[in-house]
């Protein structure tokens, strides 16, 4: 079973299109985050949920919109699609409570190419 | 704010033989903790080893071992024996331990080939 799955694995879209990214963790984990990584393999969060509440929201255009219908699932969809949205986008889960700390579970990401 | 430097871009090693993979970060706080991330051409994000900073023994996962020196403010990963599989971008990470926010914060990884 896999613990983060995010579909689809491949996107490529016109520029201006509606697209999402679905994600989901059989983990039980309570937070879940975002990240994107650039060309050059740079990894930058862009927002985490903690059950359901948004609680980082990096400095990203409005027209990412994350939503999270239950603590297993963050989505991730993206108006008005730009060239410059090109990237992998890697879903992720771990587990805050306890005051524990434990690394990121990570999907498998998905590459998104803007044309 | 932390950040998280790693300064080779690029190292290649022989087959069987041992690397170091360097990093450091910068931080006000007190108790954090730090991963190495393994990326293989997969692209799939591996965690290879986690240390907390509160703890002065270096963790080590098999043929990964780090060493840790909090004063200094570095946290070297040493590969053993390597393996053409080790092949892969390796990211340093921080983690503040305290606060409702559990953000990871990336270097900007280093791409390491190992050699037949």
């Known amino acids: 079973d896999t613990a983060v799955s995010q579909t689809p694995k491949y996107l490529v879209t016109q520029m201006g299109n509606d697209k999402s990214i679905k994600c989901e963790q059989n983990?039980?984990?309570?937070?879940m985050y975002w990240y994107k990584q650039d060309s050059k393999k740079f990894l930058k969060i862009m927002f985490s949920?903690?059950?359901?509440?948004?609680?980082i929201n990096e400095t990203v255009p409005n027209r990412f919109s994350p939503k999270s219908p239950d603590k297993a699932h963050l989505n991730l969809h993206i108006n008005s699609l730009e060239l410059g949205d090109s990237a992998v986008y890697f879903c992720?889960?771990?587990?805050?409570?306890?005051?524990?700390?434990?690394?990121?579970?990570f999907g498998s990401g998905t590459r998104l190419t803007v044309v | 704010a932390q950040t998280v430097t790693q300064s080779q871009p690029e190292m290649s090693v022989q087959e069987a033989e041992t690397v170091t993979l360097s990093c450091t970060y910068d931080t006000s706080e007190n108790n954090y903790y730090l991963f190495w991330y393994k990326q293989p051409p997969s692209r799939q994000m591996i965690l290879v080893i986690r240390?907390?900073?509160?703890?002065?023994q270096n963790a080590t996962e098999n043929r990964f071992s780090v060493n840790f020196q909090k004063a200094a403010k570095s946290f070297s990963l040493k590969i053993s024996d390597s393996q053409l599989g080790d092949t892969a971008m390796y990211f340093c990470a921080f983690m503040k331990r305290s606060g409702a926010t559990n953000k990871l914060i990336f270097g900007t990884g280093t791409l390491l080939a190992v050699q037949p």
């Open positions: 240390q907390e900073a509160y703890k002065q």
């Open positions: 949920y903690n059950n359901k509440e948004l609680i």
């Open positions: 983990l039980g984990h309570d937070t």
């Open positions: 992720a889960s771990s587990q805050v409570s306890y005051g524990t700390r434990s690394g990121y579970t």
